[in-house]
C-alpha cells in the first residue's frame, strides 16, 4: 500500500511539474527567450513542495476538520509562494536574464509571490483531493472486505446450524424427551428456535452486547450438551464489567463451535469448554479453551481454520487494527482462542 501510494505521488509530482516546464518551455521558444530558466524554476517548485509535503506532514492534515484545514492550506500556499519568489527571482536575473538587479521593483515581486500563491494553492487542493480519493477507495475495500466477511460468517453459521444431522439430532432428542422428560423437550425446542432466530437475524446489528452473544452461546451449548451428554462439560467465567462491551456478532459462538467441532467433539471421553472474559486497561480479553488435544495439523478436519480466518479478519474490520484473534496450541491438552478488544475511549 505504501509503494504503490509513494508511486501515485512520484508520478503526480513528476507528471505536473514536467507539465509545467514542458508548456513554459514551448512557449519561451516561441518568444526567443531562453527556455532553460522555466526548466529550473519547476525544479526548485518540484523539491519546494517535496519537502514541504515531508516536514509539514501534509498527510495528518486530512484528518482536521475542514474549517481548520482551510486556513492552514491558505497560509501554508502564501508561504510556499513568497519561498518559491527566491529562486524563480535568481533565475529571472542569472539565468534568463529577462531583468536586472536594477530593474527589479517591490511590485513585481509581490506580483510573482502572489502567482506561485496560487500555483501553490493549485498543488495543495490537488494534493488532498488525491489523497480524499484513496481514503474514499481505501474505505469503499474495507467495507466490503467487511460485507464479504459478514456474509462468509453468516452462511458459515447457517450452514453449521441447518446441516441435516445437527437438526435430525436436535429432533431425535426432542422426540426421545417429549416422553421421558417433557419439560427438557420444550427447553430443546426453545434453544433451537432462539439459535435459529439469530442466525436468521445476524447481519443486523453487526456488533452485540457480549451479554447477548452468550446467551446464544448457551443455547448452542445447551443443544450439543443434549447430543455429547456428560461428554461435553461447560464452565463460563465472565465479569460483570464484560457484560455490556460491544463484540462482533457470532464471534464466541464461531469459537464455542470450533472448540467442540475441532476439540471436544472428537474425542471419545469429550472434554471442557471454557469462556471467559475480563475488562483489563481499557481492554476486552476473552478466552475460548477446550480441554481435548488437537489433531496433529495433517489430519486436522478440512475448512478448520476458515471460520477462524473469518472471524480474525470481521473482528479487524469491526473493531479496529487493536482487536486481535490469537490461537494458542503450545500446550498439548488445551487449545485457547485469544480475543482482545480495546474499549471506545
Known amino acids: 500500500m505504501k509503494s504503490s501510494r509513494a508511486w501515485v505521488y512520484a508520478a503526480c509530482q513528476l507528471g505536473g511539474w514536467g507539465l509545467y516546464a514542458g508548456l513554459n518551455t514551448v512557449l519561451a521558444w516561441k518568444a526567443w527567450s531562453t527556455p532553460l530558466g522555466w526548466v529550473l524554476v519547476s525544479l526548485s517548485a518540484l523539491a519546494l513542495t517535496h519537502v514541504a509535503r515531508a516536514q509539514l506532514s501534509l498527510r495528518d492534515w486530512a484528518r482536521l476538520p475542514l474549517p481548520t484545514l482551510s ?30 538587479l536594477e530593474q527589479a521593483r517591490v511590485l513585481g515581486f509581490v506580483m510573482s509571490a502572489f502567482v506561485w500563491s496560487l500555483m501553490m494553492l493549485l498543488w495543495l487542493l490537488i494534493y488532498f483531493v488525491v489523497h480524499a480519493v484513496e481514503h474514499a477507495r481505501h474505505a469503499e475495500l474495507e467495507r466490503w472486505k467487511l460485507e464479504a466477511a459478514v456474509q462468509a460468517a453468516e452462511l458459515r453459521f447457517l450452514k453449521a446450524q441447518l446441516q441435516p444431522h445437527f437438526l435430525f439430532n436436535c429432533l431425535n432428542s426432542v ?12 427447553e430443546v425446542v426453545t434453544r433451537l428456535s432462539s439459535l435459529l432466530r439469530y442466525a436468521l437475524a445476524a447481519r443486523e446489528p453487526e456488533t452485540v452486547p457480549l451479554e447477548r452473544e452468550l446467551q446464544v452461546v448457551r443455547d448452542y451449548l445447551g443443544l450439543e450438551g443434549v447430543r455429547l451428554e456428560e461428554r461435553l462439560r461447560v464452565r463460563e467465567d465472565v465479569e460483570p464489567a464484560a457484560l455490556c462491551v460491544p463484540v462482533p456478532a457470532m ?5 464455542v463451535e470450533n472448540a467442540i467441532k475441532h476439540g471436544v467433539g472428537l474425542t471419545p471421553e469429550g472434554g471442557e469448554v471454557a469462556v471467559s472474559a475480563r475488562v483489563h486497561g481499557g481492554t476486552l ?7 481435548a488435544a488437537p489433531l496433529p495439523h495433517a489430519t486436522r478436519p478440512e ?4 471460520g477462524l480466518h473469518n472471524a480474525s479478519e470481521r473482528l479487524r474490520l469491526l473493531c479496529g487494527a487493536g482487536a486481535s484473534l490469537q490461537l494458542d496450541q503450545t500446550q498439548a491438552a488445551r487449545t485457547t482462542a485469544r480475543v482482545r478488544i480495546p474499549l471506545p475511549s
Do not use: H, K
Open 251 to 255: 464471534l464466541v459462538q464461531t469459537l
Open 175 to 186: 422426540r426421545a424427551l417429549i416422553s421421558e422428560d417433557p419439560a427438557r423437550a420444550q
Open 71 to 100: 486556513v492552514r492550506v491558505l497560509a501554508t500556499a502564501v508561504m510556499l509562494g513568497v519561498v518559491q519568489c527566491v529562486p524563480a527571482f535568481l533565475v529571472g536575473v542569472y539565468v534568463a536574464r529577462v531583468y536586472t
Open 303 to 306: 475448512g478448520s481454520g476458515v
Open 285 to 291: 480479553l476473552l478466552e475460548v479453551a477446550n480441554t
